[in-house]
């Protein structure tokens, strides 16, 4: 018998954007923004729809060419390297995976290795032991066999998460992995997405929920208006501050013992906008009607 | 029957079900034209036919034939037998990239204008007589007619920025119905009956009376496209996963979908050019490969070329037998089977619960 095929994954990557502007026409979409991370950390990227959260994540992932500004992977410059080269190192999940043909959880899982992969290469012994590895990372071996199409939001989003795993990225970036998904599957993803970073991966995630970030992210961006408004810890962006300037909303943070992470409440939306930050809101008409209650 | 299952299936290693199913398809097409050449007008022994067709290809085994029965194989169905599986192969090898590379069950190697600007050509080279000028007249200008067909999709996609392949759907809409009104126009004004036949004769497509010239005309696009073609099966599934998953991944989409369309349109124009508009093949062909192979590209697109060839082979068999000794037309037959068997697919795959 021969030796088990290597499957171990290298250690994270530190990636740093300096700068970075992009823009449509005369639709300025990011502005300078600058951010880092390191092997073993998660990065989330936070703020209100229309932010640049998703562009950003494009730029870093080289889908889109930035106008200015500099991406670097462990110092190398990204607009230097071809798309296969970057796609060894940087995996990413985007929002919406639409499928179309049934393929099986397997095949799909298996096209992460093309970056790997010669033009006329097929997946060997030791891609199908990556591909099997990372289904068991994700809990979906049992999945190996059916159709994707045919599972569940939550077990599919799982499956294209070891297709990520599979390209072997040093970074992993995510756009809103949760979305669409119900409690317990956020919780789920999260918790796997955290497992991989705590083994050394370096991951970004744009996070739409506000409390999930404060639980899962080690450092925080939080973009308005293409611009970073706020970076650094949960602690220092996740201010009524901050939360009242660029979601225009009257927030409270406390920390939550039970979670031992920050936990924001929305009372209310602001009218004014950015200056009554911390005022009576008008009418105040709070989400749900029972904001304090957890 | 359960090795043959268990080699063709998904967790089979890829090679192997390539090699299984593309062998089974050239056995099947080998003896689809030793059969199918067999019978005709005047019906030659199976094992004659088989050694005809060695010695034309240069194989020097079997016995020596009668003249008739060597003019009536060698000049007469081995080039109509070679056109059709030409013709059905590039058919089915364009339907099954549109329907990858438009991610649409739906879309057949029509989608983008090529048929309708073909038919534009060749309606062009008989109303005006051209055919008589030189007999290649009409499929030179039903293949000018089908590359500028395509071309002014791709410029009308290329103008709209937002949504690149909807637009190209849409202005092959748009370009198939403007072209079936000059079609309609050009039938209405034409004053010579044998023209208005000969116009409806080429929308319904024929392999009829296809010599060697024919062969030698199209071999070398289906060919090249075709092999150029097959190169970019993988690159197509990843991009069933979405353009932005797939460029994360290393392919480059918009490069790879500009070649894949291209030579999908070049290798239809060609078939387009010596048959006439033959319907349903490169529809149904891709459905019915990806019931027993799986979605996988790397096998879809190979299996659905040769199977393209295996069943338009059969399609003219019936054309020139089914009614003997009158001849049908090979795009009624593809039509009025196919037809029938795509709502069967669909049935059968509603019922399934997936589209494809």
């Known amino acids: 018998m021969s030796a088990p095929p290597d499957t171990r994954r290298s250690a994270g990557a530190a990636l740093s954007a300096e700068d970075v502007s992009y823009?449509?026409?005369?639709?300025?979409?990011?502005?300078?923004?600058?951010?880092?991370?390191?092997?073993?950390?998660?990065?989330?990227?936070?703020?209100?729809?229309?932010?640049?959260?998703?562009?950003?994540?494009?730029?870093?992932?080289?889908?889109?060419?930035?106008?200015?500004?500099?991406?670097?992977?462990?110092?190398?410059?990204?607009?230097?390297?071809?798309?296969?080269?970057?796609?060894?190192?940087?995996?990413?999940?985007?929002?919406?995976?639409?499928?179309?043909?049934?393929?099986?959880?397997l095949e799909v899982v298996l096209m992460g290795r093309n970056p790997h992969l010669g033009r006329f290469q097929a997946e060997g012994a030791r891609d199908r032991a990556i591909a099997r590895q990372s289904l068991a990372e994700t809990g979906t071996e049992e999945f190996?066999?059916?159709?994707?199409?045919?599972?569940?939001?939550?077990?599919?989003q799982r499956v294209l998460l070891a297709r990520a795993l599979t390209q072997q990225p040093r970074l992993l970036l995510l756009d809103e992995p949760t979305a669409g998904l119900d409690v317990q599957h956020q919780l789920q993803v999260f918790g796997l997405i955290r497992g991989l970073v705590r083994q050394g991966l370096a991951a970004i995630a744009v996070v739409h929920d506000l409390n999930l970030a404060a639980r899962y992210c080690d450092r925080l961006a939080l973009l308005h208006r293409g611009k970073a408004h706020a970076r650094g810890t949960v602690a220092d962006v996740l201010t009524p501050e901050n939360l009242a300037h660029v979601f225009n909303v009257e927030a409270t943070v406390a920390h939550d013992p039970a979670l031992g992470a920050p936990r924001v409440t929305v009372l209310a939306p602001l009218d004014g906008g950015v200056e009554s930050g911390g005022g009576t809101p008008a009418g105040a008409e709070t989400p749900g009607g029972q904001a304090p209650d957890r | 029957m359960s090795v043959l299952r268990r080699t063709l299936d998904v967790q089979a290693p890829l090679a192997l079900r390539l090699a299984l199913a593309l062998g089974l398809l050239t056995l099947l097409l080998v003896l689809s034209f030793v059969v199918t050449m067999a019978f005709g007008a005047v019906d030659v022994p199976l094992g004659v036919t088989a050694s005809i067709v060695a010695q034309r290809l240069g194989l020097p085994i079997g016995a020596a034939a009668s003249d008739v029965h060597w003019s009536v194989i060698s000049h007469v169905r081995l080039p109509r037998a070679l056109t059709?599986?030409?013709?059905?192969?590039?058919?089915?090898?364009?339907?099954?990239?549109?329907?990858?590379?438009?991610?649409n069950p739906l879309a057949d190697p029509g989608?983008?204008?090529?048929?309708?600007?073909?038919a534009l050509g060749a309606v062009i080279a008989i109303h005006f007589g051209l055919r008589s000028l030189h007999y290649l007249a009409t499929p030179a200008l039903a293949f000018l007619g089908a590359l500028g067909a395509v071309m002014l999709v791709y410029l009308l996609a290329a103008a709209r920025g937002v949504d690149p392949l909807m637009t190209m759907i849409l202005a092959g809409v748009a370009v198939q119905a403007f072209i079936g009104a000059v079609i309609s126009a050009a039938l209405t004004l034409t004053a010579d009956v044998n023209a208005m036949r000969e116009i409806v004769f080429w929308l319904t497509g024929s392999l009829g009376a296809r010599s060697w010239t024919h062969v030698q005309l199209i071999l070398p696009f289906i060919v090249i496209g075709s092999l150029l073609l097959l190169c970019f099966g993988r690159d197509l599934n990843l991009m069933a996963l979405g353009e932005d998953t797939a460029r994360s991944m290393g392919v480059d989409v918009r490069r790879v979908r500009l070649i894949m369309l291209t030579l999908a349109a070049l290798i239809t124009a060609v078939a387009v050019a010596v048959s006439g508009i033959i319907g349903f093949v490169g529809l149904v062909v891709p459905h019915m490969v990806r019931l027993v192979v799986g979605p996988d590209h790397r096998l879809v697109l190979?299996?659905?070329?040769?199977?393209?060839?295996?069943?338009?082979?059969?399609?003219?068999?019936?054309?020139?037998?089914?009614?003997?000794?009158?001849?049908?037309?090979?795009?009624?037959?593809?039509?009025?089977?196919?037809?029938?068997f795509f709502l069967y697919l669909l049935y059968r795959q509603r019922r399934a619960g997936t589209i494809l």
Request: net charge positive; aromatic share 4%.
């Open chain 1, 23 to 105: 823009a449509v026409g005369l639709a300025r979409l990011l502005e300078d923004v600058s951010l880092e991370v390191r092997g073993g950390s998660l990065l989330g990227l936070i703020g209100p729809n229309g932010a640049g959260k998703t562009t950003l994540l494009k730029c870093l992932s080289r889908l889109l060419a930035p106008d200015a500004g500099q991406v670097r992977l462990d110092g190398r410059d990204l607009s230097r390297q071809s798309p296969q080269e970057i796609a060894r190192r940087i995996a990413l999940l985007p929002q919406s995976a639409t499928l179309d043909f049934a393929f099986t959880c």
């Open chain 2, 302 to 340: 190979p299996t659905s070329l040769l199977t393209g060839a295996v069943l338009l082979t059969w399609a003219d068999f019936g054309s020139r037998l089914l009614l003997r000794p009158q001849e049908l037309r090979v795009g009624l037959i593809t039509a009025f089977f196919g037809a029938p």
């Open chain 2, 111 to 118: 989608i983008i204008g090529v048929s309708a600007g073909g």
């Open chain 1, 144 to 156: 190996a066999a059916r159709v994707i199409t045919e599972l569940s939001a939550g077990e599919r």
């Open chain 2, 84 to 103: 059709a599986a030409l013709v059905g192969a590039a058919l089915a090898l364009a339907g099954a990239t549109m329907q990858g590379v438009f991610r």
